[in-house]
């Protein structure tokens, strides 16, 4: 049974047994009894009128593995239900319970009590009401009784008799903070900001949210990782949500729980709704513990330097090479156009970087490379790539891009480092992963920093030729061969233009293919008529020029037009995987087998090598087939806000990633290099646990 069934199945009996609750209490008998829980109601001495009276109903469980719930119950189970036998214009308040507990089971996050408990009932007298003589207070109250197999309803009457240990009993009960809280729901996100003194030692963290319902479809999504901050005396909750269709709704006025501080101690809130900051302070729970920052900084830097020959950014190597062989001038102008390189790459860098923590902070859920997501962007790649690739077979020179001969170009090593910068986003290689996930949940000073570090290393190889002789002097002088090497390098960019136009057949389509072909022929034609030696004769080609634009004009209306998403996960895969949602993983961690999760993305190369080598392949197959394996893939090839969010909370700032989530257990990250042999050896140990 999957998980919804099982949670529409114990609704469905929760129904059934709570279907008399709308009988007046008198009028009901027990039809389960309290075996397995059993329950006792005590009263606080003798009502006062006009003042609060305290009733307490305290569950005993028969065995240790019976447990019971809190108000909210979580994922599953069910709250108590009480009815009292009191005289009119008696209220009865909120009942006060413990700080619950936390059950797991088949990803399914349960809130709890374990052994025996007790839930205290304020309830008030009228101010006129007649106290004296009062019979003892009678009632019912159902319940669910369950372990972590089987879950049993439970049912009594019950009468109020005096005594029990009052005292220890209000000591149990969380006690209510004396402040406001505040709350903000930012897209799938719930922020709670709880006041709390600086120096308040905090344990072992964790929200309890009595809301069900945050509207618009919105529910809490229990079970996932809860990110936590602190500045000074505000102490701020991230959880994630989850939207259920057909649940509709009104956000509420105030968010109302319990905060676990560790070891049985808690407090009650109130939060009401209200600017919660969160940007600008660092976690400390949640996602592990980012490392110190020098160690991210390093980090950025040697994953930047190695993007120089990670396979995703081949396509710009050519360039580089142009670039290389530029640098053979004088001292001057080998530094200037290493400088003014460098420039171009940490600009690309930070200025990417900035947009995303801005985009982040206003509640976007995007990642590293999110603007290869975009389709508009990857047609613009493609028409640049293509027209690179015209200009190295000498149809054309781009001013202050081409080589000509004489002296390195600051210019065109400024523009060929924002290119080589654009085009190296989608990788997130060695290195790269612990920097960039690091760098969305730092602060905002930090992470800029972070993406700063990775532009230096992108732009260092090219630092060092410009500002070390020896190294210079190793290059080959310049002279014809140039112009020879320059056409060799239209065989690499000629393969970019074939790879971005794989990638716009499989997000847009063939007629936003064929349509993007057209701006670039319009382009390069132009390009060729105005600037076929060099921008001098340029003022003779006009007419074919503009002829030129007006093509690649037309081309691009009919490619904004043409374009066809198409669906996801479309491509086929001998792992036969599932699509990926935080619901069907929920479901397919409860079947208590073994799960794979990758995430990858058309247009990440590494990706599309990591499967290659290990994922696609019949002895990942078999392996996986014999342990019984269920594998699931997460297509962020377009933007996917729930993928997004998932990525962020497992601290990625990008694809590719991979999970393996052992049977009944949770996530372990996998290398971003994957081997031949890593999947299968999992899936053998796997068989091999469960074979014992």
């Known amino acids: 049974m999957d998980v919804s069934r099982a949670r529409l199945a114990v609704l469905l009996l929760v129904a059934l047994w709570l279907f008399p609750a709308g009988l007046l209490a008198q009028d009901r008998e027990p039809r389960y009894g309290d075996e397995n829980i059993a329950v006792e109601l005590y009263a606080d001495g003798d009502p006062v009128a006009g003042k609060e009276w305290l009733l307490a109903l305290r569950f005993v469980p028969s065995a240790p593995e019976w447990h019971g719930y809190w108000a909210n119950p979580g994922d599953a189970g069910q709250g108590m239900n009480l009815a009292l036998d009191l005289p009119a214009g008696w209220e009865v308040g909120k009942p006060l319970y413990p700080v619950p507990q936390t059950l797991l089971i088949g990803g399914l996050m349960n809130h709890i009590f374990e052994g025996e408990y007790v839930v205290l009932v304020p309830v008030t007298p009228g101010p006129d009401a007649s106290v004296m003589n009062l019979a003892p207070v009678t009632g019912f109250i159902d319940y669910l009784a369950c372990t972590d197999r089987i879950c049993v309803p439970q049912d009594a009457r019950i009468t109020a008799r005096k ?53 618009g479809g919105l529910r809490p999504e229990y079970a996932a990782l809860q990110t936590w901050v602190r500045e000074g005396n505000l102490l701020v909750a991230e959880l994630p949500l989850e939207r259920i269709d057909g ?121 590293w490379a999110f603007q290869l997501q975009e389709p508009a962007v990857v047609a613009t790649l493609f028409v ?72 230096l290393g992108l732009a260092l190889p090219f630092l060092l030729i ?16 140039m112009e020879r090497f320059r056409r060799w390098m239209a065989l690499p960019m000629g393969l970019t233009v ?38 001098s004769r340029g003022s003779q080609t006009r007419m074919p020029a503009l002829a030129g634009m007006a093509m690649a004009a037309v081309s691009a209306l009919a490619m904004v037009s043409n374009y066809d998403p198409p669906a996801r996960n479309s491509s086929q895969s001998i792992l036969e995987p599932r699509e990926f949602s935080e619901t069907a993983l929920a479901q397919a961690r409860a079947s208590g087998q073994p799960v794979f999760v990758w995430f990858t993305a058309d247009w990440c190369v590494t990706c599309k090598v990591n499967e290659s080598v290990a994922i696609e392949r019949e002895e990942t197959r078999s392996a996986f087939e014999d342990a019984g394996v269920i594998a699931m893939r ?17 601290g990625a700032a990008g694809v590719p990633l991979y999970l393996w989530y052992p049977a009944g257990q949770d ?3 996998l290398p971003q290099v994957l081997t031949p042999d890593l999947l299968p050896e999992l899936a053998r140990q796997e068989a091999a646990r469960s074979s014992r």
């Not at 501080?261 to 729970?285: I, T």
């Not at 490392?291 to 830097?301: G, K, N």
Request: hydrophobic share 50%; net charge neutral.
């Open 498 to 535: 074939l790879a971005l136009a794989w990638l716009m057949w499989r997000i847009g389509g063939g007629l936003f293919l064929i349509s993007a072909t057209g701006v670039a022929a319009g382009a390069i034609y132009a390009a060729g008529t105005l600037f076929p030696d060099g921008p």
């Open 634 to 650: 997460g297509d962020w090839t377009l933007r996917d806000e729930e993928i997004a969010t998932f990525l962020a909370r497992q």
């Open 247 to 367: 649940l509709e709704g009104a956000p509420p006025e105030k968010v109302e729980g319990i905060l676990a501080l560790g070891e049985g101690q808690g407090l009650r809130f109130v939060a009401r709704l209200s600017d919660v900051p969160l940007e600008s302070v660092k976690p400390f729970r949640g996602a592990a513990d980012p490392p110190d920052l020098w160690i991210l900084l390093v980090a950025s830097v040697l994953g930047g330097l190695l993007l120089n020959v990670m396979p995703c950014v081949f396509p710009i190597l050519s360039l580089k090479a142009l670039a290389l062989a530029k640098a053979g001038g004088d001292e001057v102008s080998a530094r200037r156009d290493a400088l003014a390189y460098t420039a171009g790459v940490v600009l690309a860098c930070t200025g990417l970087g900035a947009l995303i923590l801005l985009l982040r902070s206003a509640g976007q859920q995007i990642g």
């Open 163 to 215: 005594g029990g240990d009052f005292d220890a009993w209000r000591a149990q009960v969380a006690p209510m903070l004396d402040s406001t809280a505040g709350f903000e729901i930012q897209r799938e996100r719930l922020r709670i900001g709880i006041p709390l003194p600086a120096d308040l030692e905090l344990g072992e963290l964790h929200l309890f949210l009595e809301n069900t319902d945050l509207g």
């Open 384 to 455: 640049m790539a293509a027209a690179i690739t015209a200009n190295f077979l000498g149809l054309f020179a781009i001013p202050g891009l081409a080589i000509s001969g004489g002296k390195p170009s600051a210019r065109g090593s400024f523009g060929t480092g924002l290119l080589a910068a654009f085009v190296a986003t989608p990788c997130t290689g060695p290195f790269m992963a612990l920097a960039l996930g690091a760098a969305l949940i730092l602060r905002p000073i930090e992470g800029f920093a972070i993406f700063t570090a990775l532009g």
């Open 466 to 481: 410009g500002f070390v002789p020896a190294i210079r002097r190793r290059l080959p002088k310049p002279g014809p061969w």
């Open 667 to 669: 996530a372990g990250q």
